[in-house]
């Protein structure tokens, strides 16, 4: 506790912050929510229980599922012109109803609408495992060069990410780690549940994680566990977890 009794405010965030966050409630409405994260992080393991939790997904299912999402990979193509300068107020006709961006996108938002975004972290060594993978199951060729580069990429761009996102007063974020959604997912549906403030069927949702799918885990013993931090080889995997 701080001097003089008063508690610290909620999320290290200031009084100012706050009062714009409420602000931006009012003036802007709904949230839009939003499941972000690295590609191969999750993202399409949270669609499929906030499916199952009877939410509207904003998908066209142009990307069929395969070998590497044998459940679909729920994208919108849309999704993809967010940094391209084009036209954005589409986001805005998807109030209330859940879409997949990448992490990378997350800061092309349009700023008059509000966010609930639950963000999918993984142990980085398994992220580039499962990349590494999907690109040898299309016979592309995979560049294991650069590897400390590459986390070191990572770990910057999810600082400046989670930096900017507290700062930004229409986003309000929860962290789910990959881990704990397949250990537990009842206790991860319910605290997605809490987050978006809406009654969700617990069951189905905690049934709609596969474990069987947790194909790229790391070995107890491989050194210490990294989380997901960036993106900059694998730059636009279309969007994928």
Excluded: C
């Excluded at 701080?2 to 706050?18: A, D, I, T, V, Y």
């Excluded at 998908?59 to 193509?77: A, H, L, V, W």
């Excluded at 949702?205 to 997901?228: C, F, H, T, W």
């Amino acid at each position: 506790m701080r001097r003089g009794g008063r508690k610290p405010l909620p999320g290290g965030r200031s009084l100012l912050n706050l009062i714009q966050r409420a602000y931006s409630r009012i003036r802007y409405g709904t949230p839009v929510i939003v499941v972000s994260g690295l590609p191969r992080s999750g993202t399409s393991m949270i669609m499929q229980m906030l499916e199952a939790g009877g939410l509207e997904l904003v998908t066209d299912q142009i990307r069929r599922p395969d070998p590497d999402n044998p459940k679909g990979y729920f994208e919108y193509e849309k999704v993809k012109e967010l940094d391209r300068g084009l036209d954005k107020s589409w986001i805005k006709e998807h109030k209330g109803k859940v879409i997949k961006i990448i992490s990378f996108l997350l800061n092309q938002l349009p700023e008059d609408a509000n966010y609930q975004v639950i963000f999918m972290e993984r142990a980085l060594e398994e992220v580039l495992a499962s990349q590494r993978t999907m690109l040898q199951n299309r016979s592309e060729n995979v560049d294991v060069t650069g590897y400390e580069a590459m986390i070191n990429a990572f770990q910057r761009h999810l600082w400046r990410t989670k930096y900017i996102l507290r700062q930004l007063p229409n986003f309000d974020v929860l962290y789910l780690h990959h881990h704990d959604v397949l250990r537990d997912p009842w206790t991860s549906a319910r605290r997605i549940g809490d987050f978006l403030d809406k009654k969700l069927p617990i069951p189905p949702m905690a049934e709609a994680v596969d474990p069987g799918l947790y194909r790229n885990r790391q070995k107890a013993g491989s050194g210490s566990v990294k989380e997901i931090h960036a993106i900059h080889p694998f730059e636009h995997v279309n969007e994928k977890g």
